[in-house]
């Protein structure tokens, strides 16, 4: 099963399930809506809920082509972070791929390291190859 069945484009942004994986949810663009939690934490429960239901061993968050995320959008990345830490009954680890030319995702990646503890990996890519 996917977790994401259909692509979701909201102005500059696109988030779409990766090719050829049922595990990958990568955006790609930009998120600056003042207010994505209104459907981007929605999504997350989704996700969450079928990778819990399927016993997915790791689900992956792909933004190495997100240009730029804003504060709110990272309110909901937390919150993410904090559903895997708090569901007993999840027993994935999430897995976030970065891209460090994204000066913003360096600076966001170190904070969620603090809130993802063990359930949290973030592989940081450099120029298109593991850094």
């Given at each position: 099963m996917k977790l994401l069945f259909a692509p979701i484009e909201r102005g500059p942004l696109r988030v779409f399930a990766r090719?050829?994986?049922?595990?990958?949810?990568?955006?790609?663009?930009?998120?600056?809506?003042?207010d994505p939690a209104a459907w981007l934490c929605?999504?997350?429960?989704?996700?969450?809920?079928?990778a819990t239901d399927e016993h997915f061993k790791e689900v992956v968050l792909d933004l190495r082509r997100l240009e730029y995320?804003?504060?709110a959008a990272w309110?909901?990345?937390?919150y993410w972070v904090q559903l895997l830490k708090d569901g007993g009954e999840s027993s994935y680890h999430l897995r976030i791929y970065s891209?460090?030319?994204?000066?913003?995702?360096?600076?966001?990646?170190?904070?969620?390291?603090?809130?993802?503890?063990?359930?949290l990996e973030i592989t940081v890519y450099r120029e298109g190859q593991l850094a």
């Open positions: 090719a050829g994986s049922h595990n990958v949810v990568a955006f790609e663009g930009v998120l600056r809506e003042q929605p999504l997350i429960d989704t996700i969450h809920a079928r995320a804003n504060a309110k909901c990345i937390v891209d460090d030319k994204h000066r913003w995702q360096h600076i966001g990646m170190t904070a969620l390291r603090v809130f993802g503890q063990s359930r």
